[in-house]
């Protein structure tokens, strides 16, 4: 052997030895990371941000061929532009692949226009396609051609790359195969907003976080591509309620297999926290709102299921379905249910439901005694009913429909009405004050001597039995001697009017006074024993506020073996019927829950078609063992295959 084979020999005998050092230093608790070319950078500035002693190692080659890699077993996180499809995941789940879902932040589309087009303040999916399409190209040069209502102002029109997310997020938006040839094409949002805020007429998108960093140099215009929400402004909450249209999610994917891999919970942990915001932002995209950080640091831990990965819809109406639904309950309920039967049975002929307002106790009782498919009901049921369900072999549903409230309106000028104690808006409501309590310093000895003054739409109804019920814990009335007027808008002028005045009205109400401009009112605050709390949706929302009261639909669990019913349910729940809900004065449940309630309806809906294990179906303990003793040859007893598993599986 030469010398020169020698060595050959030695340098491959050291390569073969450093293989495996080397593939360990490679691998050094590295974290894999493939994706989406958006996604992937911002999950790494998150990471650099958290300051955790994390290795990763990032491929870009996009969402798709990420999922397809991940749900293999191959990479610890895959970045995407999309929520995970059904197929991949239940790729995943073939592979054993568990993962954790997290969504980052959202990239939003802000639509600007130069201020001076004060003509213009929301846009609905055929502006933006008037605006934006391939078929506007040379034909819609003027704002009265996207809306005979608009002034004959010239239409300038800016658009980002081709080749950007934000492009694609627009392009979705409106018709036809991408955006007009004739719009300006900028590089940047930063071209893009000098461009707007310097051409009369001009219209442009670009990230949210730009156009909001842009301050007065923009108009960020209000977008209504969905009727069933209408106008709504940009915000990260606007997309996770469905509310807005022009945006895509930023999501990470974990398999929980590599939680434990050298910093990278610590890396997780910062990035679903409060103080991560600051750097999606620097980033140009935006900050998930906080209760989706809440179900992000819940998925993380274990203690709550992925919230966009579900899979789409899988119920189907029967075109010729027939039968009858029955429900039963308070009669506070009874507009809502009216608009969404007549709906539904427009929609459907064959169909009868029927609605009986016998109030909540009687309801309840029919429902556990499996008379009633489902009750509508001011609460959910008691302990005592829960019981009586349960002895008779009925398993409740509830389903918020969410909180309607009473919002109180007081004089400007009358500063000691800005906030009242349930106490004492039973007192100087309750019908025991008719022509008794007549001043304020008869409800409150620190009042002034200022004569009360009450305006409510009737004596009685829904919204002062929801006061009265909060104020005294039953439905007692309210006083005759009130001034009555069914116009929120009057009630708020004579209010405005009288030192001492006080009107009741709901919420949609009391957006009509706003919008009226009504000048020297204030909204009334409400101590119900924690404190002053200000009607909003918020906290009408949540029932916070004490004058709400919340509607609840409870379902039979037995009854969902009928396809009439499951069809009732899935009617009433679709995304085209949440305007009823809003016209009912509802708030809390919001358009973006409506897939989660479905996604809760399928699961019920596979729950009551699984076969029950009932005394007469199941086998005695003798009939048992004669079948078992009766099985053919061939089928392998649990012993023999306990016995057969070791040796079918060596090394195990």
Known sequence: MTVFQRRVGLFVLLALLLVPVLLLAQDGGAVTVVGSGTVTPLFEALVEASGADVNLSSTVMGTNAGFDQFCQGRDDVVTANRPISTDESAACQSNNVEFAELLIGHQVVAIIANPATDFI?????????????????????????????????????????ADSSAYAILDNLVGGDALRADAAVQASDADTITAVSQTNGAVGAVSLAAAQAAGDAVKILQLNTNDAVGCTEPSALAVENRQYGASSGLFVYVNRASLEKTGLRDALNFIVSD????????????????????????????????????????????????????????????????????????????????????????????????????????????????????????????????HRATVLVANGSSPYLACLTTNQLATVWGAAGENTVTTWNQVNDQFPETAVTLFAPAVGGLYSDIMMLAATGANTPIRADIQVNADPLYRAAAVANVEGGLALLNWDGYQRVLENNQTNIQLVSVDGGSGCVAPSEETIGDGSYPLTDSLLLIVSEAALRRVEVQSFLWFTFGDQNYTLVQDAGLMGLSFGDLPDVRATLLEAFARAAAPEATPEATAAPEATAEATAEATTGEATLEATVEATPEATPGS
Not at 125 to 136: Q, R
Not at 280 to 308: C, H, I, K, W, Y
Not at 366 to 386: F, H, K, P, S, Y
Request: with cysteine.
């Open 275 to 402: 103080e991560a915001a600051a750097v999606v932002e620097a980033q140009n995209f935006t900050a998930p709102s906080d209760r989706m950080l809440e179900t992000d640091r819940a998925v993380l831990e274990g203690t709550q299921e992925s919230q966009f990965s579900r899979g789409g819809d899988q119920f189907t109406i029967p075109a010729d379905i027939s039968g009858s639904v029955t429900i039963a309950g308070s009669a506070s309920g009874k507009d809502y249910l009216d608009s969404v039967t007549s709906a539904f049975s427009a929609a459907y002929p064959g169909m009868t439901v029927t609605f009986e307002p016998q109030g909540d106790p009687a309801g309840i009782r029919r429902l556990c005694n499996g008379e009633v498919d489902m009750v509508i009901a001011d609460g959910d049921l008691t302990d005592e009913q829960r019981q009586n369900c349960q002895a008779n072999n009925i398993t409740p549903l509830p389903i918020e429909l969410g």
């Open 121 to 161: 303040q929301c846009l609905t999916t055929a502006n933006l396609t008037a605006i934006f399409a391939p078929s506007a190209q040379g034909h819609i040069t003027n704002w009265n051609q996207v809306d005979v209502n608009y002034p004959n102002t010239p239409l300038a029109v800016f658009v980002p790359p």
